[in-house]
Structures are given as C-alpha cells and as structure tokens.
DNA sequence: AGCTTGTTTCGATATCTGTTAAGACAGACC
DNA sequence: GGTCTGTCTTAACAGATATCGAAACAAGCT
C-alpha cells in the first residue's frame, strides 16, 4: 500500500468516526446552505468548469478560454458559470474585454470542513 | 487561532495547491462519475438523510428512524434513499420488518480524494 | 460604426420533488 | 391456512425547476 493509499485510508477511517457529516445530523438550516453548493457541483460541465479555472495559470481563467473546451454554446456555459457564482463557489471580474473567473477559496474551505474530520481526530500532530 | 482552524487553513491551503479537482482539469469522465455523488447530496433533505444515517448509532438507521423528522410521506423519503443508494452512497438491508441503511464509505472516501489534497503535498510524516 | 466578448431573455424539452394509490414483504393473531 | 397490521417500495401523476439553444442586448476595444 503507497503511502498515498494509506493516508486516504486513514482520512477515511477519520471521516467516518469524526466528520461534522457522520459526527452529528445536521440542521435543516446547515443543509439547506450546504446542498447548495453540492447542487452546484452536481452537474458533469460545471465541475469541469470549476477544475478548469481552478487549474488554470494564475489561479484564473477567462470565459473564452472555457468556451471551446465544451460543445456548448456561449449562453449555456455563462448560464453555468452563473450558477457556480451564485453558490459562491466562483467569482467574476471583468478587465477590458474580457471575464476572468477565480476559485472562491471559502466555499471549498467549507466542504472540505464538512467531509473531513477536524483537528481533534486526524489534524497534524 | 485554534488548533482547529488552523488545520482548516492548512487543509484549505493544500487544496488550493494540490487537490486533484485544482491540480489538472477533470477529465469528462470523471466529471460525470463524481457529479453523480454531488447531485445526490445536492438536495437538504437527502444531506440531512446521509447525516443522520451516518451519525446513528451503530452506523445504521432502519427507515422508521429517518422518517418522523422530515415533514413529508413514507414515499417520498424512500425516493430520496433510493437515489443515494443508486449514487452509491448508502447500502440498504432488510432485516425481519425493518429496512436499515449504512453509509457505504467508498463513496465519501472518493469525494475526499478529490477535495483533499494527497499526500505528498499533506499527508502524515 | 463595426467587431469581439460575454450576458440576459425567452421558449422548448427534460429532469426533479412531492403526493396519492397500489403493491410487496414480514410478523401477529385467529 | 387466512387475514389482519405495520413497514417500506413502486407506479402514476402534477407542479416546479433545470438544461440548452436562438435571438437580442450590453460593454469594451479599434
């Protein structure tokens, strides 16, 4: 087993003993807020998208450098670009001709927190 | 700052460098396979489901325990099991008159491999 | 003005959420 | 065996929401 293989394992194991998710049932009011982000990834061309701009040079990527890599038209991936900044999950900034979009740091912060276990169980010694 | 949040901050700092959702562009493959995941927990009833299986004691809940806290019909929450259970996000059993439901962890185990950087960048020594 | 980039609006189609009604399954009771 | 009762799922359906494209609009160059 490689030592990646083993730490999953072990965030596994943590996961499910220790996890916000596992740990406690959650609010209505927590999941509420949380499946909307879910909600947001859950689609195959938003996800990409996502990785796609949080992978990309500088931590940013334009709309048109977006556009091509899907068989979408325009409309249709600013229609999914909408949704993930409206989750929070990305934001937009105009510049001359262009829309950059970057990672919005706190949402992913928030997901992590809720599959991963905290301090207590599996943080650094 | 508490020895929690600061391991978020390391958490998060590490996924924003090396997560494999941030580190390359998901390929249309994955894209599809781990959207499924999120668009089951897309919806706070079935979050709220997932929580309160995964938290039970015992690490299973028959469905007689996860009904009476939502307002809604027999029916309608057994939809909402169904589509974590095709999602792969939960296993249900019939024992005698009860149906329980456990947490499959592959399933969360997948989603933090690709929220969660792996470890060579923030693993154990 | 003309061109490029990106968003918004609107409409068609498909998927999702929830209900009622009916079916499947296990135990209790006669 | 037969028939209740209770638990859960499936089927059929209505209403809401999501996905996508065509057309129209907005914003910034040259």
Known sequence: MSNQERFLVELTDAVGCCSPLVREPLSAE???????????MGDPVRLRLLSLIASHDGGEACVCDLSGVFELTGPTIS????VLREAGLI???RRGTWVYYRIEPGALRRLSAVLVPDVAAAGPA
């Open 91 to 93: 934001s937009g900034e």
């Open 30 to 40: 927590q999941a509420v807020e949380l499946s909307r982000l879910f909600k947001a």
């Open 79 to 82: 229609h999914h670009l909408r």
